[in-house]
């Protein structure tokens, strides 16, 4: 139940993993029996409030830092608990870290946001985030020639570094295209690229646009062999709460 239905709020520092809507019973009872970092999470909502968290009262947020290895954990807990509440109910997910000194203080603030919660998860409907990581496969290196020497040696130099370039300039040309291959409409957020890849993208889309990235995405890789886009599974918009808020305005 809610715990504008309970006779005692939660005591002390609450943890805070996302916002939702006001949950029925069979949600609140998954979300309840939903382990967190440390206990299993609560739902709560003030008296006469329309929007919902989903909490873990924490009395010490400090120890979640005690070593680089609970603060991992700790972390990736923090994900898993969001994605497998997004995986029931559209939610606006909070920064790992997020805790409200009381819950009063957790009411006051869900009271106060509460129309533009409500406008933003209106927004979001059936819109999950997905992230593109693009790589291009660079063609392994076939036996070096014989080492030239005097003239043909310089040659053979500048003739490698004019390829090198070329390809450089190829991939950029092709880079920028693909981040134009999309629908302008769609919300797309620029990551930064990690070991191996060249691009980083994350869009917010239903699953009819996920459809149309699905067959954008097989076109392009047709036409462009040497180049590996790959889709991440639906995720909870991560990216996307300030836009959620922008396009419910």
């Not at 382990?35 to 120890?63: K, M, T």
């Not at 997020?98 to 009063?104: I, K, Q, R």
């Not at 509460?114 to 290196?141: D, F, I, S, W």
């Not at 302008?184 to 149309?212: C, H, I, K, M």
Request: aromatic share 8%.
């Amino acid at each position: 139940m809610p715990w504008s239905a309970q006779p005692e709020p939660p005591a002390g520092i609450l943890y805070a993993y996302a916002f939702l809507p006001m949950p029925g019973a069979s949600l609140c009872q998954f979300i309840q029996q939903t382990p967190g970092i440390q206990r299993p999470l609560q739902v709560f909502s003030p008296p006469g409030g329309r929007i919902a968290a989903a909490i873990e009262p924490l009395p010490d947020p400090a120890a979640l830092q005690a070593s680089d290895e609970v603060l991992l954990r700790s972390a990736l807990r923090h994900d898993e608990v969001i994605c497998r509440l997004f995986a029931q109910t559209p939610l606006l997910p909070l920064r790992f870290g997020t805790c409200f000194l009381s819950a009063e203080k957790l009411g006051a603030h869900l009271l106060t946001q509460q129309a533009e919660y409500e406008q933003a998860l209106a927004a979001l409907g059936k819109r999950a985030e997905y992230c593109l990581k693009g790589r291009v496969h660079t063609p392994l290196p076939g036996d070096p020639p014989p080492a030239p020497s005097g003239t043909a040696y310089l040659l053979a130099r500048k003739q490698a570094y004019l390829q090198q370039r070329q390809a450089q300039e190829q991939q950029q040309q092709e880079l920028a295209v693909l981040q134009q291959l999309w629908p302008p409409n769609w919300p797309v957020q620029r990551g930064d690229p990690q070991s191996g890849e060249v691009l980083r993208l994350y869009f917010l889309l239903t699953p009819a646009e996920r459809e149309v990235a699905a067959q954008l995405t097989q076109t392009w890789l047709a036409e462009h062999p040497h180049w590996q886009l790959d889709w991440s599974p639906p995720l909870p918009p991560y990216h996307f709460v300030d836009v959620l808020r922008d396009l419910s305005r």
